[in-house]
C-alpha cells in the first residue's frame, strides 16, 4: 500500500529468496514542454538485512511527447507511424498491440505495431471497448474531411483489418480497412466494400486519432490523412509514404489567435494580424484560419448562410438594404456576402441555399430582421 503522507510504500512481509517488482507509471499531460518528470522509489526500512543495496532504489525520466501537427500546406498531410503513439490501451481479452519486430521487415520507421496474440478474434462492433487501442494526439490546422489511409501488412485473409476512429468514437466512414493478402506492406485507403476511408474534423486544434484492432494479428506500420482526395502516399519516398508528422507545441507567439505555422505557410511571415482579408472575400485572416480555409484564394472563404450579408454578427435593417441593392443590381456582393445573403428557401425553417439571390432571399432576410423567423 501507499502512504501519500510520507510517500512510503508498504510491501508487507517477503520470503526468503523471494523477489517483488513495483512499477512507477507517470501521466504527462500535453504541454509541459522541455520539463522532465522524475519517480524515485527508495528502501528505508527493513526487518532483515538488505545484503544487496544496490537495487534498492530507480527512477525513470519521462520527456513529454508533444502533439503532431498537421501540415499547413495545401494538402493538409498528417504522417503517424504506428509506434509512435500517445497512449496505448489493452483489451479486456488481453489483446495488444505490440512491437511486430523482424518479421515483417520493410517498416517505414523504427518498427511496426501488431494486435497480438494472432488468434482469428475479430471484432466488428463495440470495437471501442473490445479491441486494443493505439491514441495520436494531433494539432489541426484543417477542418472538414480528411481523407485515411493505412500502411499495413496483412499475414492472412483472417488478420487483416483495422478501425480507425476520432477522439475515442467509433466512426463508420473509417472502420474496416481492409488490407490485401500480398506478403508486404501495402496502403489502403478505402473501407469493405470499396468506399472512400474518411474522417470529419469539426474544430481546429488538438484532437486523438484512434486505431483498434479489428483482425487480430494485423499489422500496421503507419497512418496517413490528407484533405487531399487524390493525394496517395504509395508514390511518395519509394512506397514508404511521407515523413513522419513533427511534434510541438502549436505556437500563437504573436498572440492574434492564428497559429504561426500556418501564418508562415500562407503569408510567409508574421506580419498579419487577423484583422486583415487578404484574399478580399469577406472574411478575414483569423475568419478563415478558424474555418480552415484558403486564406489566398478568393473562392475560399467561411460561409453561413445565415442572411447576415455585412458580416457583423446580427441580421437588421442594414442587410435587409443591403439585399434590396443587390436584388436591384445598385451593389456587387462580395462572394461571402453572397452566400449569407442566400438563405432561400427555408426547408424545414434551415437555408436551403439555391445559389441564387432573388426576392425570396430579401424578404427571409426581412422577415429575420423583424424577429418573425429564426434560424
Do not use: C
Not at 480497412?177 to 474518411?198: F, I, K
Not at 456576402?337 to 426547408?347: H, S, Y
Request: overall charge negative; charged content about 15%; proline content about 5%.
Amino acid at each position: 500500500s501507499y502512504d501519500s503522507l510520507t510517500s512510503a510504500w508498504t510491501i508487507g512481509t517477503v520470503d526468503v529468496g523471494q523477489t517483488l517488482s513495483l512499477s512507477l507509471t507517470a501521466s504527462v499531460d500535453i504541454g509541459t514542454t522541455g520539463q522532465s518528470i522524475t519517480n524515485t522509489a527508495s528502501v528505508n526500512g527493513l526487518s532483515e538485512i538488505d545484503l544487496d543495496t544496490t537495487n534498492d532504489s530507480a527512477s525513470v525520466a519521462v520527456i513529454p511527447r508533444l502533439p503532431f501537427l498537421q501540415d499547413p500546406g495545401l494538402q493538409g498531410v498528417v504522417s503517424l507511424e504506428a509506434e509512435s503513439y500517445h497512449a496505448s490501451a489493452v483489451a479486456p481479452d488481453g489483446h495488444a498491440w505490440l512491437s511486430a519486430g523482424t518479421g515483417f521487415p520493410g517498416f517505414s520507421g523504427v518498427d511496426a505495431m501488431q494486435a497480438l496474440p494472432e488468434d482469428s478474434v475479430n471484432h466488428s462492433v463495440d470495437y471501442s471497448s473490445l479491441s486494443p487501442q493505439l491514441d495520436f494526439q494531433v494539432n489541426f490546422v484543417d477542418t472538414g474531411t480528411h481523407y485515411v489511409w493505412l500502411r499495413a501488412w496483412a499475414p492472412s485473409s483472417s488478420s487483416n483489418s483495422a478501425h480507425v476512429g476520432l477522439n475515442g468514437q467509433e466512426e463508420t466512414t473509417s472502420k474496416n480497412l481492409t488490407v490485401q493478402v500480398a506478403g508486404d506492406y501495402v496502403w489502403v485507403g478505402t473501407r469493405s466494400g470499396g468506399a472512400r476511408a474518411t474522417l470529419t474534423i469539426g474544430t481546429a486544434g488538438v484532437h486523438t486519432i484512434n486505431l483498434w484492432m479489428r483482425e487480430s494479428g494485423t499489422v500496421v506500420d503507419k497512418v496517413v490523412l490528407t484533405t487531399d482526395s487524390s493525394y496517395d502516399p504509395s508514390l511518395i519516398n519509394s512506397g514508404l509514404g511521407p515523413d513522419e508528422s513533427i511534434q510541438g507545441d502549436p505556437l500563437d507567439t504573436d498572440a492574434d489567435g492564428m497559429l504561426d505555422s500556418w501564418e508562415v505557410a500562407n503569408f510567409g511571415d508574421l506580419s498579419r494580424d487577423g484583422t486583415g482579408d487578404f484574399d478580399v472575400d469577406g472574411a478575414t485572416d483569423l475568419e478563415e484560419h478558424d474555418a480552415g480555409t484558403n486564406p489566398l484564394d478568393p473562392a475560399s472563404f467561411p460561409v453561413v448562410a445565415d442572411g447576415d450579408i455585412n458580416g457583423n454578427g446580427q441580421v437588421e435593417a442594414a442587410d435587409v438594404l443591403i439585399a434590396q441593392r443587390i436584388l436591384h443590381g445598385l451593389y456587387l456582393p462580395t462572394a461571402a456576402e453572397f452566400q449569407r445573403g442566400d438563405v432561400a428557401p427555408l426547408i424545414g425553417g434551415v437555408p436551403s441555399p439555391d445559389g441564387q439571390f432573388n426576392l425570396a432571399d430579401l424578404l427571409i432576410i426581412q422577415r429575420k430582421a423583424l424577429g418573425l423567423v429564426n434560424f
